[in-house]
């Protein structure tokens, strides 16, 4: 019985080491569950707590120049399911003013979108789990897109 317990022992230190304990796991019935990393969730409230501020800057801009509202909702749609995809709170904080020329406004908000675009794929490349690097990929896709068509606002 010992013997038999030694060689368990072994072959779970080399099922680990060789990185198939997970497979073996999953061919007698177990369903592994991966453990999250904590570099992921502090990457994920950073995330949080920056795609909030992009919210904040649309709703801020779109709520001075009322007149940009209409043509500012989707891009404040796609900037609340980013803030969900990653766990925020829907609670908008306090944005940075917002220029009383509606030109420079939306070229600023554009500008604002575009650096969050570049920080999310930077993001991505810093994520440990591959799921969330797609979403954080997908969010810098998504971002950049938003970041052109509202350049085209003004």
């Known amino acids: ?4 317990a030694i060689a368990l022992a072994g072959a779970v230190v080399v099922g680990d080491l060789t990185h198939r304990l997970d497979d073996v796991a999953d061919a007698v019935g177990i369903k592994p569950r991966p453990q999250p990393v ?6 994920i409230a950073a995330v949080a707590d920056k795609q ?19 043509g500012l909702a989707p891009f404040a749609k796609i900037a609340q399911a ?17 220029d009383p020329d509606p030109e420079t406004a939306i070229k600023t908000l ?14 991505a490349n810093r994520a440990v ?23 085209g606002l003004a």
């Open 82 to 98: 980013h803030v969900t995809a990653v766990g925020g709170s829907l609670t908008v904080p306090t944005a940075a003013p917002v």
């Open 110 to 123: 554009a500008q604002a979108l575009a650096a969050a675009s570049t920080e999310r794929a930077k993001d």
């Open 38 to 43: 904590a570099s992921d969730d502090t990457l």
């Open 129 to 151: 789990s591959p799921d969330l690097a797609r979403v954080l990929s997908s969010m810098s896709a998504g971002l950049a897109q938003s970041s052109r068509a509202i350049g």
């Open 52 to 70: 909030d501020l992009v919210l904040a800057a649309i709703e801020a801009t779109a709520a001075q120049h009322t007149d940009l509202a209409d």
């Open 1 to 4: 019985t010992g013997m038999g």
